[in-house]
């Protein structure tokens, strides 16, 4: 199964979905991440900054980008421990798109 990580900036909550404002593209990034598991087809992490700061070091690209660029160059997407996209999140279609690719075959 392939495996989609999504290193997130510091936020106030897990998901970033509290607080009287939401960020769109918070909203966004997780209705895709819901929609990508209940079709069964990836497994979906996340992780913050300042709480799990161990599972940034196991990706050496991560690590890499954030001494390059610091924390702008959160969030951070990964698929099967490859960087595919920094700065902003995937929509659903890129998504779908990174893991087609890693797992050979066209998205649908």
Same mark, same amino acid.
């Given at each position: 199964?392939?495996? &989609?990580?999504? !290193? ?5 909550? +897990?998901?970033?979905?509290?607080? @009287?404002? *939401?960020?769109?593209? $918070? ?16 497994? &979906?992490?996340? !992780? ?5 700061? +161990?599972?940034?070091?196991?990706? @050496?690209? *991560?690590?890499?980008? $954030? ?16 960087? &595919? ?24």
């Amino acid at each position: 199964m392939t495996r &989609v990580e999504v !290193f997130d900036p510091p936020m106030c909550c +897990s998901t970033g979905l509290c607080g @009287p404002s *939401v960020d769109p593209a $918070l909203l966004d990034i997780h209705e895709s991440i819901l929609r990508l598991k209940n079709e069964g087809i990836v497994e &979906v992490q996340r !992780f913050l900054l300042q709480q799990q700061g +161990s599972d940034f070091a196991k990706n @050496p690209e *991560v690590m890499k980008m $954030l001494s390059d660029s610091g924390v702008e160059a959160l969030p951070i997407t990964a698929v099967d421990g490859r960087v &595919v996209k920094s700065g902003s999140y995937p929509s659903y279609e890129e998504l779908k798109g990174y893991v087609g690719t890693a797992a050979g075959v066209e998205a649908q």
